[in-house]
T-cell receptor, first 110, second 114 residues
Framework: DVKVTQSSRYLVKRTGEKVFLECVQDMDHENMFWYRQDPGLGLRLIYFSYDVKMKEKGDIPEGYSVSREKKERFSLILESASTNQTSMYLC?????????FGQGTRLTVV | AQSVSQHNHHVILSEAASLELGCNYS??????LFWYVQYPGQHLQLLLK??????LVKGIKGFEAEFIKSKFSFNLRKPSVQWSDTAEYFCAVIPNTGFQKLVFGTGTRLLVSP
């Protein structure tokens, strides 16, 4: 089975901190995604990457950046965390048309 | 860019009732369609998917969905729900070509009362 692993299940950070969310997949997939999930808004795409060092903005990239230095790892960076970035963050990986999700990281910014 | 609409935000049913959750998408080309489920406290799981062929797709736990191309719809159905079906359900679309960006609807929260 494909595994997508997010480094933390729960994180609490302070406003203004730089935050790194890490995601690793073990199946050599080209495509990787970062979503945030909020009640009533569903899953909204932040960024995605279709290859090493390649990235594309999703629907809500403001306040975020990403890094993909190795194929298996896709990092989401909150440059200066704000309270409105409190959310559930989901990483996903895809070989082509099927997407596998990690377990999610619940981030609270205080 | 593709988009997905789920018109029912909250649905409450009694056990044994039939379920139909609506999903409509907009996209100019061919797409692949998915329904995901998220049980309380758990992560997203794939219920079923449509790539091509028979438009009536059967998934896990007795769910099925029908792709109606002319209506841009992919509604989820289950003839008789159980209390354990209480969850949030998400419809999602990914284009068949180009950047394969998976786009979700806003979700439908289903509560099944015993």
């Amino acid at each position: 089975d494909v595994k997508v692993t997010q480094s933390s299940r729960y994180l609490v950070k302070r406003t203004g901190e730089k935050v790194f969310l890490e995601c690793v997949q073990d199946m050599d997939h080209e495509n990787m995604f970062w979503y945030r999930q909020d009640p009533g808004l569903g899953l909204r795409l932040i960024y995605f990457s279709y290859d090493v060092k390649m990235k594309e903005k999703g629907d809500i990239p403001e306040g975020y950046s990403v890094s993909r230095e190795k194929k298996e790892r896709f990092s989401l960076i909150l440059e200066s965390a704000s309270t409105n970035q409190t959310s559930m963050y989901l990483c996903a990986s895809s070989p082509s048309r099927t997407v596998v999700f990690g377990q999610g990281t619940r981030l609270t910014v205080v | 860019a593709q988009s997905v609409s789920q018109h029912n935000h909250h649905v409450i049913l009694s056990e044994a009732a039939s379920l139909e959750l609506g999903c409509n998408y907009s996209y100019g080309g061919t797409v692949n369609l998915f329904w995901y489920v998220q049980y309380p406290g758990q992560h997203l799981q794939l219920l079923l998917k449509y790539f091509s062929g028979d438009p009536l797709v059967k998934g896990i736990k007795g769910f099925e969905a029908e792709f109606i191309k002319s209506k841009f719809s992919f509604n989820l159905r289950k003839p008789s729900v159980q209390w354990s079906d209480t969850a949030e359900y998400f419809c999602a679309v990914i284009p068949n070509t180009g950047f394969q960006k998976l786009v979700f609807g806003t979700g439908t929260r289903l509560l099944v009362s015993p």
